[in-house]
């Protein structure tokens, strides 16, 4: 596959794409705290290395002597994760615009995934995206991570959200280790059950491991990547 690299939104992006010239839908994913874009190239090679193009980008937070986040996070302070979500919502839907435009596509052709807080801010901003001509994205991918709904003042508004998400029959998968020391599985488990209770269009999946990203995730993002795409 080709690398490339650039800037989009003020963010380094890392992006993979076919040896062949085409017109490839796009899987956008997000990393963890305290990571950065090149660290996910893999994924790319290892899902399918001829029918999507891959973009990696790096959060714009540095976090001392450990990478980079897309919003302030506070390990001893497990919640206001909706508040600090949002204020990445912005950078995240500039993003998605340019990538969009870059490569003259419709977000109905477009995936995007995170893991961890990565994962959080494709719950919380990919389920309210809408690129210029109203359409939402094709699927979203969130790995070890939660949804972002613990602000009472935006209660109705997320409700509102995922009810939209559910009338639209957006595609969400979502996978869990059930062991997972750093955000508890059963975040995941509550991230599910709101969702289902909105009817969306979900797949979870639970495996008996850690906060990883495990080569079955892998094989079942491909999966679900040629479900949607």
């Not at 969130?142 to 602000?151: E, G, N």
């Not at 639970?206 to 079942?220: K, M, N, W």
């Amino acid at each position: 596959m080709k690398l490339e690299r650039f800037e989009m939104a003020e963010l380094k992006c890392a992006a993979l794409a076919p040896e062949a010239e085409g017109d490839y839908p796009l899987v956008v994913m997000l990393h963890g705290f305290g990571d950065e874009g090149e660290s996910y190239l893999d994924i790319g090679t290892f899902i399918n290395r001829d029918k999507y193009r891959y973009v990696f980008p790096t959060a714009p937070m540095p976090v001392p002597g450990a990478g980079f986040g897309w919003f302030p996070l506070d390990a001893t302070n497990f919640r206001d994760f909706a508040k600090r979500a949002a204020k990445g919502r912005v950078q995240f839907n500039n993003l998605l615009n340019g990538l969009l435009e870059r490569y003259n596509i419709s977000a109905k052709r477009m995936v995007v995934g995170g893991f961890s807080q990565g994962g959080m801010l494709t719950l919380d901003g990919g389920l309210r995206y809408r690129d210029k001509d109203g359409n939402h994205l094709a699927g979203l991918i969130a790995l070890s991570t939660l949804l972002p709904a613990d602000d009472p003042a935006t209660e109705t508004e997320l409700e509102e959200t995922l009810k939209a998400a559910a009338a639209n029959k957006q595609p969400i998968f979502i996978a869990h280790g059930t062991n997972d020391p750093v955000i508890p599985f059963q975040a995941g488990e509550t991230s599910r059950d709101m969702l289902e209770k909105v009817g969306a269009n979900l797949e979870f999946y639970e495996f008996s491991g850690s906060h990883e990203i495990t080569l079955d995730e892998l094989e079942r993002i491909r999966t679900f990547l040629l479900r949607v795409l």
